[in-house]
């Protein structure tokens, strides 16, 4: 009777009402899902379905030990996951937000936001106890990664005002002191010391460049480059730091190489630089190409093994600057579609390799 009176006033009944239910959440864009009591989904909508192609014996089974038996969570977001989903069948939250990497079916991974809410056992808007948990999840894997692209332009950003701050504020001293003592004394040769600042100032401010630059967007002139030329220029020029009295270069296979000269020459020098400021006092540095890709070795104490990604991040520094050496060796590499590899050399001292970089001879 009770039904029948339902219908008389244009009320659905109950089975009619979940049916509505079950069309609606079908409809939703966002992958939906009900969790019972014990934390098995007994209900998942289509989209759900849709979207991770997983079957009945993953969706509609105990969550989340279901999906990490089957290798597509691991057991720390499991872990998360189960908490966040306790508190809620609890009653100590009304509503828990939780960000999760899945693998889906296709073996593609996905960074979603899922919102979970209590589901009670009365349909009147009631407040009767809490039978399960109603789960809404929401791809953000564009979004996560947008922040985390704003997080990494942020950290450069930072880092490039340090190193403007820092590695520019020398050179710029030495010019004006000069300027200001030829203005003094009327010796212009000390003008010499100023051009000298100034083309170092130069030479940062390109290597600024390179750096807030997205290797895709670096122009890359590529010509074939003698690359024992360039790095006996690059030892004799002076432009990359004074080596060690006693120091020694070795070029053992000259090349040819295919490159943009500028580009490669900034990248060898700064490797260079390198070995003139960590590898001792009379180090022999080697310098060549071969099937594996260009290297620049010296025979100095190295770095540790654990430390080898931490040298290329741009702001490390062993000597109080900002570090920027081997960022600018790694950003060329990227631009020319090489990898910067940092590793041990043959006589156990440092060695950076831009494996990709092959000889065209």
């Not at 098995?40 to 989209?47: G, I, P, S």
């Not at 759900?48 to 192609?53: A, C, F, G, K, S």
């Not at 290329?312 to 590899?341: C, D, N, P």
């Amino acid at each position: 009777m009770d039904d029948q009176r339902d219908r008389d006033h244009g009320t659905p009944r109950n089975d009619e009402r979940a049916r509505y239910a079950t069309a609606v959440v079908d409809a939703v864009r966002d992958g939906t899902y009900v969790l019972d009591a014990d934390r098995v989904r007994v209900f998942a909508n289509d989209r759900l379905r849709e979207v991770t192609e997983f079957g009945d014996d993953l969706l509609l089974a105990k969550h989340p030990e279901r999906l990490v038996e089957a290798g597509y969570w691991p057991g720390d977001e499991a872990d998360r996951y189960r908490e966040a989903v306790e508190r809620v069948l609890a009653g100590d939250s009304r509503e828990e937000r939780i960000q999760l990497t899945t693998t889906l079916g296709d073996g593609s991974s996905v960074t979603t936001e899922t919102r979970l809410t209590p589901l009670t056992a009365d349909d009147e808007g009631r407040n009767g106890p809490i039978v399960g948990v109603v789960g809404v999840i929401r791809d953000v894997t564009d979004r996560v990664e947008r922040e985390r692209e704003l997080k990494r332009l942020n950290e450069r950003l930072e880092r490039l005002a340090g190193f403007l701050s820092h590695d520019l504020r020398n050179p710029l001293s030495v010019a004006t002191g000069y300027l200001d003592l030829a203005r003094e004394t009327g010796d212009v040769e000390r003008l010499d010391q100023v051009e000298e600042a100034l083309d170092r100032i130069e030479s940062l401010i390109d290597d600024a460049l390179v750096l807030v630059r997205e290797p895709a967007a670096i122009d890359v002139a590529g010509t074939t480059v003698d690359l024992g030329e360039l790095a006996r220029d690059c030892w004799r020029s002076g432009d990359f730091g004074e080596q060690p009295a006693g120091a020694t270069l070795v070029v053992e296979d000259e090349g040819p190489v295919r490159a943009d000269p500028t580009l490669l020459r900034r990248a060898l020098g700064n490797l260079l630089s390198n070995a003139f400021d960590h590898a001792g006092e009379r180090p022999t540095v080697r310098v060549g190409v071969d099937d594996r890709g260009l290297y620049v070795a010296d025979d100095g104490p190295g770095i540790r093994e654990d430390a080898h990604e931490e040298v290329i991040e741009f702001g490390v520094s062993k000597g109080g600057g900002t570090g920027i050496g081997l960022a600018i060796v790694e950003r060329v590499a990227a631009a020319h579609g090489w990898t910067l590899e940092i590793g041990e050399s043959r006589e156990g001292g440092f060695e950076a390799r831009l494996v990709g970089a092959e000889p065209t001879g």
